[in-house]
């Protein structure tokens, strides 16, 4: 065996060991500079392996790797297919992309002594979301499922503002009774089967299906991990973390962290359930299908009003979970893939929308609507930027999201008469979604200029690189969405093939 | 008689947790939650959990006893009343679930079932391959150290993650990350004048200390491992704090000793993982550490015991002393 091979064989666990194993590494660094430097290096390690791994996949090659070398159900097994491989993209890319971004932004919100144990839980945040999409094991997902959810609180708390400790503490609240459920409900299908592995999971339930502790199991995985990616009415967490953290850090969190949630909760309702219990599939779109048109009328209809630039942002991010999980509420392969296209797509369009508001706050404390009049003259390639997003995120051909808002629509029309609610609730929020973007535009290119922002410069050239960057990928997507659309229908077959005939 | 010590210990946390949910004062409510955990630990080991009570007696009835104290030294002791909002509503959805979960109850299989699927599937498989593969008679440790160790990994990070971030958090607005002994405020919480416990804490940390280091090293042949043994040194060293001050505790295990151990121990059990990698071997293959694989199992499991000792030790000292070396003022 060569050493390319060798390397090769051991891809699917350098992916989650590398960031992990710099955790210690990173902490012991005195030098912020240094601690950035190995941080970002890592990340970009870490997406280099993303990337590798997501080739081989589209060639051909299927992932599966056994902690200890022990044989799974015994042992842990690592499992990437297509769908863990997109969401790798996501998580990877956007903690590159963020950190690559974050030194300019993190000098000015967090201590020099304090930044190397800062990047330390960022690593340890990266680490946790790679662990839960590559493992095969239910338990195994817990497991970095607490260390990501930890690290994510630290990180959500780390501003010099200090609300946000009170914003953490509701995100700990209600991020531990969610992963609790989980626990719960893992428990009990152990109970049943014996088995923690995923795959043997749904092989063995296959005996006890119908039985109550499995569908109590089913209710308590799906309630806790909607709370995770916070679905309506489980969202409230989610405004107040998102607005008090740090601005890079809200951008990290937006792009990837309720989609990890999501990508569970996916596959344990489809891989698992939908085999098992009886109906599951009417169950899982008569309970998710409501909640997620709900979503996208109530949190584009309270992002409408809102003042603050990131708390609107947030609620248009319940908005687009809403989006989501319209599509795999349908149960259909075009309405998966449009969901798990749509996944990929928001995290791009957040992910720049919230890198632009970070440019922004390099330069203003306070990101109120109210005050931020005229900015966009003083920092025009940041507001372009953010307005270009910005029309990614309502839909417009050309962009990413133009996408996978019509495949959302195809998905609908699929499904016959009933699937024009759908297609209103889609157009009617992507409407909305123009009014807060044209708000924004409006107030902070033609509004009077605030005394607040007379004396501002444009944002640090390197930054702004990085946010075109992205701008360049939502168009890139919107032109060329190939990949991702390869990846998201291979994702939706996958989910369906064992269930739903 | 398990069934009436069981039904008896389970309505006993029911009732402390309900009193807990229902009390005011806060020190109580500490209390009353050590009370809880150790009622759960007598319940694991009527269960014959003994690992699982030994850590719950050891973190949760002890460690985060001292911990919430501590915490409770830097505030108020009474919690502020207010009438939370939609309370019947929080009530009906509690009913609700617990209707729920109850119904779902009805196609358990009994407790101690031999037929049931725990004992079916992977279990017989674990109690059977252990002593062939790893030759060790605690089998816990074997689920926990080899067959499943990638999990136990996972869980000292959990632990780092606590660490890292309590020092991360109390350090925000200060000029240094670990307390510096000497800066320390000389009224810090200590029973230096309390006789009784002065002297019976003073010679009872050594030994606690002692007995640490057995659960540590002897994890393989009975109840323990490296979890336990670090909640036992890091109560013992606690407890020597308690009695005779913050300075002199600092002065004994330095916190850049402490800080040193936590990503000491992280870096012992990956390096282990990443070793069995070079070797050829799978991430925390522990058979291609030596010649013979059984002698590797067992050089394997007890590198990463003693990674997961030290992280466990030192992160929740460093916890301890982050709470304790702060001026309540």
Redesign the interface.
């Known amino acids: 065996m060569t050493l390319d091979e060798?390397i090769y064989n051991?891809l699917p666990?350098l992916q989650v060991?590398v960031p992990?194993?710099a955790?210690?590494?990173v902490?012991?660094m005195r030098a912020r500079h240094l601690a950035w430097l190995a941080c970002t290096l890592t990340s970009l390690l870490s997406f280099g392996i993303a990337v590798v791994i997501t080739t081989e996949l589209l060639a051909g090659a299927t992932w599966q790797?056994?902690?200890?070398?022990?044989p799974a159900?015994?042992?842990?097994e690592l499992r990437i297919d297509s769908f863990s491989a997109l969401l790798l993209l996501i998580v990877t890319g956007a903690s590159t992309l963020m950190l690559l971004a974050a030194r300019v932004p993190i000098a000015a919100q967090i201590?020099s002594?304090?930044q190397p144990?800062?990047y330390?839980?960022w690593l340890?945040t990266l680490?946790?979301l790679i662990?839960i999409l590559v493992s095969g094991?239910a338990?195994?997902i817990f497991?970095?499922m607490?260390?990501s959810s930890?690290?994510t609180?630290?990180l959500v708390?780390?501003g010099r503002d200090r609300r946000a400790l009170a914003a953490v503490f509701t995100y700990i609240v209600m991020g531990t009774i969610g992963a609790t459920f989980y626990l719960v409900g893992v428990g009990?299908i152990?109970?049943?089967?014996?088995?923690l592995n995923l795959a043997d999971m749904g092989v063995?339930l296959e005996q006890?299906a119908d039985?109550?502790?499995v569908?109590?199991a089913a209710?308590f995985i799906t309630v806790g991990l909607a709370l995770k990616a916070a679905l309506f009415p489980l969202h409230i967490w989610l405004p107040n973390a998102y607005t008090r953290a740090p601005h890079i850090v809200t951008a990290f969190l937006a792009a990837c962290s309720t989609k990890v949630a999501i990508y569970v909760l996916l596959r344990f309702d489809f891989l698992i359930f939908q085999e098992s219990i009886p109906n599951h599939a009417l169950h899982f779109a008569g309970l998710l299908l409501p909640l997620a048109l709900a979503a996208m009328i109530v949190g584009s209809w309270v992002a409408m009003f809102e003042d603050n630039l990131k708390r609107l942002l947030a609620y248009s991010s319940i908005a687009q979970v809403g989006y989501i999980l319209l599509g795999a509420g349908l149960i259909s392969t075009t309405g998966l893939s449009a969901a798990v296209l749509h996944m990929f797509n928001h995290a791009l369009i957040k992910g720049v929308l919230f890198l632009a508001v970070a440019c922004l706050g390099v330069r203003l404390v306070q990101l109120r609507l109210s005050e931020l009049g005229g900015v966009a003259r003083h920092m025009p390639w940041t507001m372009s930027a953010f307005a270009a997003a910005g029309l990614s995120l309502i839909g417009v051909p050309g962009t990413a999201g133009f996408v996978s808002k019509w495949q959302l629509i195809v998905a609908a029309l699929e499904v016959g008469p009933w699937g024009l609610v759908p297609i209103i609730a889609i157009v009617t929020s992507s409407l909305m979604a123009v009014v807060y973007i044209w708000r924004i535009v409006e107030t902070t290119w033609f509004a009077h200029a605030s005394t607040a922002v007379a004396s501002v410069r444009e944002a640090p050239s390197w930054m702004l690189v990085l946010v075109w960057l992205g701008v360049a990928a939502n168009v890139y997507f919107g032109l060329q969405p190939q990949l991702p659309l390869t990846l998201a229908t291979g994702a939706a077959e996958l989910l369906l093939e064992s269930c739903c005939d | 008689m398990t069934l009436v010590f069981g039904t008896f210990l389970l309505s006993m946390m029911v009732l402390v947790a309900i009193a807990i949910v229902r009390e005011h004062n806060l020190f109580v409510a500490v209390m009353l939650s050590a009370i809880f955990s150790l009622l759960m630990a007598t319940n694991l080991f009527l269960l014959d959990a003994a690992d699982v009570a030994l850590t719950e007696a050891a973190i949760g009835a002890g460690i985060s006893t001292v911990l919430a104290l501590g915490a409770l030294a830097l505030t108020a002791e009474a919690e502020q009343r207010h009438r939370p909002k939609y309370r019947w509503l929080s009530i009906a959805i509690m009913v609700l679930a617990l209707v729920a979960l109850l119904y779902s109850t009805q196609d358990n299989p009994r407790i101690g079932d031999p037929e049931a699927p725990v004992h079916q599937h992977v279990a017989p498989w674990y109690l059977e391959q252990t002593p062939i593969l790893i030759d060790i008679p605690n089998v816990v440790t074997a689920v926990l150290g080899s067959f499943r160790g990638y999990d136990t990994f996972g869980e000292v990070l959990v632990i780092l993650t606590a660490g890292i971030g309590v020092l991360f958090l109390l350090s925000a607005g200060r000029n240094d990350l670990l307390p510096n002994p000497r800066r320390i405020p000389d009224n810090t919480i200590r029973l230096r004048q309390h006789t009784i416990p002065h002297v019976i804490g003073k010679l009872l940390a050594p030994f606690i200390i002692l007995f640490g280091l057995y659960v540590q090293f002897h994890g393989e042949y009975g109840p323990g491992g490296g979890f336990q043994a670090g909640a036992l040194i890091a109560a013992g060293v606690i407890l020597y704090g308690l009695v005779e001050g913050e300075r002199p505790s600092l002065a004994l295990v330095p916190p850049n000793l402490l800080y040193g151990l936590s990503l000491g121990g992280v870096l012992l059990y990956g390096g282990v993982g990443i070793a069995s990698m070079l070797l050829g071997g799978n991430f925390l293959d522990y058979s291609v550490l030596m010649t013979d694989p059984i002698a590797g199992q067992h050089w394997g499991l007890l590198l990463i015991e003693l990674g997961v000792g030290m992280t466990v030790t030192g992160v929740l000292l460093s916890i301890y002393h982050a709470f304790a070396a702060r001026d309540p003022h």
């Open positions: 060798a051991q666990a060991i992990l194993i955790v210690p590494l902490a012991m790797y056994a902690m200890g070398a022990w159900p015994m042992g842990i201590q002594i304090r144990l800062f330390a839980v340890l680490g946790g662990g094991d338990f195994n497991v970095f607490e260390i930890l690290a609180y630290v708390a780390a009990l152990y109970m049943m089967t014996g088995t063995r006890v039985s109550r502790p569908m109590a209710a």
